[in-house]
Nanobody, 126 residues
Framework: VQLQASGGGLVQAGGSLRLSCAAS????????VGWFRQAPGKEREFVAAISWSGINIYYADSAEGRFAISRNSAKNTVYLQMNSLEPEDTAVYYCAAGQSYGVVGSRYPDYGMKYWGKGTLVTVSS
């Protein structure tokens, strides 16, 4: 699975962005997908994840109530809607996918993700 995140950019604090994660080569509608981010000088951290069925959704505490993950199977794309952005949200955002019909959750390394795409930079100015 080859993944590509897009939609990053520069936004003022309080603004919104929608990130997209598209797969090339084949469908990944049966794979769980997650979003992670890495800020300068910090380790990569989990942001949000959605199960392959779309039924189970997980958010980091920092994303709860502000971000929303969703998937559009017809477009083979997963989105991360980010609202009320803060300067602390500045980071490179990566999407990742797990195995087909795979598990997802905090008990698994990287929430069960196996395949990683290139990131997209989000910069939030104060």
């Amino acid at each position: 699975v080859q993944l590509q995140a897009s939609g990053g950019g520069l936004v003022q604090a309080g603004g919104s962005l929608r990130l997209s994660c598209a797969a090339s080569g084949r469908t990944y509608n049966n794979n769980p997908v997650g979003w992670f981010r890495q800020a300068p000088g910090k380790e990569r951290e989990f942001v949000a994840a959605i199960s392959w069925s779309g039924i189970n959704i997980y958010y980091a505490d920092s994303a709860e109530g502000r971000f929303a993950i969703s998937r559009n199977s017809a477009k083979n794309t997963v989105y991360l809607q980010m609202n009320s952005l803060e300067p602390e949200d500045t980071a490179v955002y990566y999407c990742a996918a797990g195995q087909s019909y795979g598990v997802v959750g905090s008990r698994y390394p990287d929430y069960g993700m196996k395949y990683w795409g290139k990131g997209t930079l989000v910069t939030v100015s104060s």
